[in-house]
DNA sequence: GTTGTTGCATTGTCGGACAACTGGTTTATA
DNA sequence: TATAAACCAGTTGTCCGACAATGCAACAAC
């Protein structure tokens, strides 16, 4: 066999000032909140000059680990899960992802997610659903981008109930596409806000309750439910959703 | 009420860069694989300098929205599942995820993702399962490292075969997290080889028989088995899992 | 106490320059 | 003729030095 070397890496300066820094924002050298020096420190540091080191302070901002302040200089900051669920969505959308994955992903995911919030979501968690629900149901049924907030809206408040990052960046990054999906299938049938609104109440019940499979069973039926306007838009399910 | 004034952004040049050719690429006008303009070309049709330019381009490349060519110049790009999962995460690591919200996530969303595969799984699909299976029964018992990655292994065959880039990229950041977890928690229980080739084999069996009550069930005892590691190992599952 | 002023620190942008690398073309050599 | 070496053009990576614009803090003025 050939002897396999690596190919003995000789990354571009930038790069290396984001490894770097992104190293010692890891281990926590640079603890969270803490400035970054400023960009001559970091050329003195690096022995570069400061273009290079402004390259990879991009690199850095874009991979959201470090943030510019409401005064000028960087400062660390932790990705939270919003941040994650917004770059996961974008790039998801913007890799052709179609109708059909993300209508399944939400049919996967979301009942054992409520099943998961039966069992944990608090007294607080309930009643921001139920007031949710209440703003919901107030709106004009043909008011159809109120519609598809509140509609997402309840599924945010039930990510958010988890008490789980990971969970909340996933179905968030889910909850963003759909909202996408939504909007862009308008949803006309005239039912649709009494529907939607029933099936609420009844998740929220057998949440209140405790109940596991009620509220599972009814947030799949909800699921499909918002799907069926696709199928009545004949709407080819294998297109991207941008 | 107080008038409630936007922030009138005025944003710097580089990310007004940034955007503009994200928005280019995202309507399709430069499609994908194709090359962008030079450096040079683009400081002329920006009219800025070129390390204004680079900036930008900068946040494009950490953004996966376009890749260096082997050759020189940037040519478009549309994110795969497999970055989105890396920097899901990385970031999600990052941002303090402990091992309960990982685990958690694991049992919410496998046992349904392994319904799917029961009903939706080729032959072909089903035989790098079992290939994956057998290598792994080849296995020192002993070398645990092995061990996980034919353990994370089974899993990235199980999302890749679901042909859902959604969930694959949601269930490979998962993978990818848990991976992290198994090798810090080190396999350490003589029968663990034993128990995992086995649990594989019954979910393989089950999805074969497109039995996915079976194969749901299955998983989750599995999942449940890898995690009994941490509570011999008697950590805290609350701790970060970087 | 609020409002202006001033100066400092830091970032944003500029212009030009050069080395390094890649790919293709031409030329020299076996 | 075929192959290797040399050359050239295009592009990126890095550097330097400079200046304008902005935010911050301290201080002066009303």
């Known amino acids: 066999m050939a002897p396999k070397f690596e190919p003995l890496k000789k990354e571009p300066a930038y790069v290396k000032v984001y490894n770097a820094v992104e190293a010692n924002i890891l281990s926590g050298a640079i603890p969270e909140g803490a400035p970054l020096p400023t960009e001559v420190e970091l050329c003195e540091q690096f022995g570069i000059t400061r273009a290079t080191v402004r390259e990879g302070l991009r690199l ?3 991979a959201d680990l470090v943030q510019r302040g409401a005064g000028k200089r960087f400062y660390v900051k ?3 899960a919003e941040d994650v669920a917004t770059a996961t969505s974008k790039s998801l959308a913007l890799g052709g ?5 993300v209508w399944e992903a939400l049919v996967v995911m979301y009942p054992p997610a409520v099943r998961l919030a ?6 607080e968690d309930i009643e921001k659903l139920v007031d949710n629900h209440r703003a919901f149901d107030t709106i004009d049924a043909d008011d159809t981008h109120a519609i598809v907030e509140g509609a997402v809206g309840f599924f945010q408040l039930i990510a958010g109930g988890l008490e789980n990052r990971v969970l909340l960046a ?10 996408e999906s939504l909007n862009r299938v308008i949803i006309k049938t005239p039912k649709a806000k009494a529907r939607i609104l029933d099936a609420q109440a009844r998740i929220i019940g057998a949440i209140e309750a405790g109940d596991e499979n009620e509220a599972a069973e009814w947030i799949a039926r909800h699921i499909d439910d918002l799907k069926r306007g696709y199928d009545v838009a004949n709407m080819d399910l294998e297109n991207p959703i941008l």
């Open 118 to 123: 039966a069992n944990k979501f608090t007294a």
């Open 78 to 80: 932790r990705p939270d």
């Open 60 to 62: 850095l901002e874009q």
């Open 170 to 179: 996933m179905l968030q990054s889910l909850n963003m596409m759909i909202r």
């Open 97 to 101: 992802a179609t109708f059909r994955e």
